[in-house]
Each structure stands twice: as structure tokens, then as C-alpha cells.
């Protein structure tokens, strides 16, 4: 299953709302995460199963989605967002990732 | 707390064979499954391969097939990614992250080791 996610980095302002979006290749059903990953460090998992936010990550971060088509939203960008977001399948036992989305500082 | 380190990682010539290790602690290590991801430098996220809490699943992305073989031994709390053949290709950070679903094969949950470098250069 391929994954593709738009756009491929972006620039943005403290209090922004930024919104990403992930595409399969086919239906996924619920079997969609999205991991942040900072510079120099292992990627943490923001929201498994297209919605459900890990505990402890703000409620700023919000996911939605159904099928093929998935988004990840920022509501009001905070400094420490500023990190490549991926998309990931686990409908597949073969995992897969999307390209990843950088968001940088304007 | 849940724990995971990789070790095994360094310098190796093309051509040659790799071990990497990961220890794992702070959790019930036979109940769940283990991944391994990579990610070249500078580049994305790729899984390479996911051994099921039992050791008798495995799975291997497709591009990866024959040159990697996961294994566990849950005597140890260990879970192994031998790679044979090493090409410049194979020069990434290796991740082993733990499934987050009890019992089953899923996907990468919140726990991550750190990291090792497999740099593949003559």
C-alpha cells in the first residue's frame, strides 16, 4: 500500500492553522497513524487510528479522515511544532509511511 | 517504564553481514510484537520489518525481501535484524519500536529506541 502526503513541507507562523493530508493507495479503514519527528530524534507517535490522540499530546492536534483520504490538523501552531510529520498504514502487516510533510518557520 | 536500545551498529564494508540488537525492558516483551524501521540520512521513514510476539510471524517490506531476517528471543527480551549483503543503500539510523496492540501485529506505537547508525562504506 502506498502512501502519499501533501504537501511536502510547508511554511508557517506560531498561532497558524496548518492542515496536512495523507492519501492510500487503497481503503485503509481506521489503520491510519501520524508520527512527528524532530531533528536528531525517533519519531513520536501523535495519533493512532485516524483520530485517537496519544496520551499526552495536545489537543491542538487533530485527525480526521475515512477510506483513502486523511488529515492531520494544527489548530494554532505552537514553536514545538516545527517537525516533519509522517502518515503510516497499518492495515497492511506490511507497514508503510508516507514521504513525510516538514513544517518550518516562515 | 517501557525501554528499548539498540546496539550492533558502526561501520561495515559492502558486502558484508550485520547484526543489530535491541534490548528491550518495562514491559511484558512476549506479549507484543517488534518493528524495525529505518531512515537514511536525510531522508524519510521505511519499515523494514515486524516479528510477531511469539517469533513465528514475520513480515519484511517488499523493496527488503532476502537480505533481512528478523528474529526474537523472548528468553532475553531481545529482538535481532540480521542483514546480509550490505549495500550503500543500507546506510540509515535503525529503529526498533514496539507494536502498540497486545497479542497482535499492528503498527509502531509510541516506543521507540533512540536509534543506531549502520553506516555502510569501504
Known amino acids: 500500500i502506498q502512501m502519499t502526503q501533501s504537501p511536502s513541507s510547508l511554511s508557517a507562523s506560531v498561532g497558524d492553522r496548518v492542515t496536512i493530508t495523507c492519501r492510500s493507495s487503497?481503503?485503509?479503514?481506521?489503520?491510519l497513524n501520524w508520527f512527528q519527528q524532530r531533528p536528531g530524534k525517533a519519531p513520536d507517535l501523535l495519533i493512532y487510528d485516524v483520530s485517537t490522540l496519544q496520551s499526552g499530546v495536545p489537543s491542538r492536534f487533530n485527525g480526521s479522515g475515512s477510506g483513502t483520504e486523511f488529515t492531520l490538523t494544527i489548530s494554532s501552531l505552537q514553536p514545538e511544532d516545527f517537525a516533519t510529520y509522517y502518515c503510516?498504514?497499518?492495515?497492511?502487516?506490511?507497514?508503510?509511511f508516507g514521504p513525510g510533510t516538514k513544517v518550518d518557520i516562515k | 517504564q517501557v525501554q528499548l536500545v539498540e546496539s550492533g551498529g558502526g561501520v561495515v564494508q559492502p558486502g558484508m553481514s550485520l547484526t543489530l540488537s535491541c534490548a528491550a525492558s518495562?514491559?511484558?516483551?512476549?506479549?507484543?510484537?517488534l518493528h524495525w524501521v529505518r531512515q537514511a540520512p536525510g531522508k524519510g521513514l521505511e519499515w523494514v520489518a515486524v516479528?510477531?510476539?511469539?517469533?513465528?510471524?514475520?513480515y519484511y517490506a517488499d523493496s527488503l525481501t532476502g537480505r533481512f531476517t528478523v528474529s526474537r528471543d523472548n528468553s532475553k527480551n531481545m529482538v535481532y535484524l540480521h542483514i546480509n549483503s550490505l549495500r550503500s543503500g543500507d546506510t540509515a539510523v535503525y529503529y526498533c519500536?514496539?507494536?502498540?496492540?497486545?497479542?497482535?501485529?499492528?503498527?509502531?506505537?509510541?516506543?521507540w529506541g533512540q536509534g543506531i547508525l549502520v553506516t555502510v562504506s569501504s
Open positions: 519500536a514496539r507494536d502498540y496492540r497486545i497479542f497482535g501485529v499492528s503498527s509502531p506505537s509510541a516506543y
Open positions: 516479528i510477531s510476539y511469539h517469533g513465528s510471524d514475520k
Open positions: 487503497q481503503i485503509i479503514g481506521t489503520f
Open positions: 503510516q498504514q497499518g492495515y497492511s502487516t506490511r507497514v508503510t
Open positions: 518495562g514491559f511484558t516483551f512476549s506479549s507484543y510484537a
